[in-house]
């Protein structure tokens, strides 16, 4: 069964293509941030923010809207961008990323962004602050119908914290909580399964009682699929295993760890922002 139309299909890979083009233009900007992760993650930010989230940009603070929590705080370009180009700021305002007195600080700030819903810096954190939500919400008999997401790094689960929060979520058969994991293999220090393994991950989550989807977090229709799935599992919470490849859209930065925490520099950001332009260019005349 398709979620989507190849009108909308299209249009949310047009989407997140514009969004990859604005990392990179904050990044040089900045001269500072994250580059792989952000790039790997616009797929999935794109189908939230333009296709599956219970939001509006005119109200941020809405009591009916879905709640998103970033744990991996450091991908903010991309949910800044995503954020910007859904409306809640305006789009040049990302080229005040990391400067001094900017909203668009280095990780999210829930004091400076309202429509943000927690601060996140510290990893594992996210989680535990997603299931108390969560689980607030379920105490009150699930009234609100509202979804909560916790959007995670791989690397994130060296953390102790997560597997708390994974046991309690499991525990409380928490329905309204999907997690989502950027599988994309990579931490600051190397690959993941070089630094500290990490599979069998699906296992590892089902035997915490989550319903486990894996999907290519490049795929708009297998995204969509996987979060309408977790909606009509009423049993458990849901955890959705994205395998993205960290610095999608830019070739000399995918699959390379090294790009985890750094920037392109100005030439770099020159020759990623052409690959991206093209690529855009691809994805509607292929359409037409």
């Known amino acids: 069964m398709s979620y989507l139309s190849d009108n909308?299909?299209?249009?949310?890979?047009?989407?997140?293509?514009?969004?990859?083009?604005?990392?990179?233009?904050?990044?040089?900007?900045?001269?500072?941030?994250h580059t792989a992760g952000?790039?790997?993650?616009?797929?999935?930010?794109?189908?939230?923010?333009?296709?599956?989230?219970r939001h509006d940009p005119t109200r941020p603070a809405w009591?009916?809207?879905?709640?998103?929590?970033?744990?991996?705080?450091?991908?903010?370009?991309?949910?800044?961008?995503?954020?910007?180009?859904?409306?809640?700021?305006?789009?040049?305002?990302?080229?005040?990323?990391?400067?001094?007195?900017?909203?668009?600080?280095?990780?999210?700030?829930r004091d400076f962004l309202p429509m943000v819903e927690t601060s996140s810096g510290p990893l594992g954190s996210g989680l535990s602050q997603a299931v108390g939500m969560a689980l607030a919400d379920a105490r009150d008999g699930y009234e609100s119908?509202?979804?909560?997401?916790?959007?995670?790094?791989?690397?994130?689960?060296?953390?102790?914290?997560?597997?708390?929060?994974?046991?309690?979520?499991?525990?409380?058969?928490?329905?309204?909580?999907?997690?989502?994991?950027?599988?994309?293999?990579?931490?600051?220090d190397g690959f993941t399964e070089e630094v500290m393994p990490l599979e069998p991950l699906r296992a590892k989550w089902e035997a915490f009682n989550w319903h486990?989807?894996?999907v290519d977090g490049h795929n708009m229709e297998q995204i969509v699929a996987a979060v309408h799935e977790a909606k009509a599992i009423f049993e458990k919470p849901t955890v959705i295993i994205a395998h993205t490849i960290p610095g999608k859209g830019v070739?000399?930065?995918?699959?390379?760890?090294?790009?985890?925490?750094?920037?392109?520099?100005?030439e770099e950001g020159e020759r990623a922002l052409h690959e991206l332009r093209t690529l855009g260019e691809k994805i509607t005349s292929e359409h037409q």
């Open 212 to 214: 486990v989807l894996a």
């Open 8 to 33: 909308e299909r299209v249009a949310l890979e047009a989407r997140a293509n514009d969004i990859r083009e604005s990392v990179i233009s904050m990044l040089v900007e900045a001269g500072s941030g």
């Open 63 to 109: 009591e009916g809207r879905d709640r998103l929590v970033l744990s991996n705080g450091h991908i903010c370009p991309v949910f800044y961008a995503t954020m910007a180009h859904a409306g809640y700021f305006p789009i040049a305002e990302l080229q005040t990323l990391r400067k001094f007195g900017s909203r668009l600080q280095g990780h999210p700030h």
């Open 38 to 53: 952000p790039l790997g993650m616009a797929d999935v930010f794109t189908a939230l923010y333009f296709h599956l989230l």
């Open 251 to 266: 070739s000399f930065a995918e699959k390379h760890y090294e790009w985890h925490g750094k920037p392109p520099s100005k």
């Open 145 to 188: 119908g509202r979804t909560f997401y916790c959007l995670m790094s791989d690397g994130e689960h060296d953390e102790g914290n997560t597997w708390e929060a994974l046991l309690l979520a499991g525990r409380e058969r928490l329905r309204n909580l999907i997690a989502i994991i950027d599988r994309n293999n990579i931490q600051i």
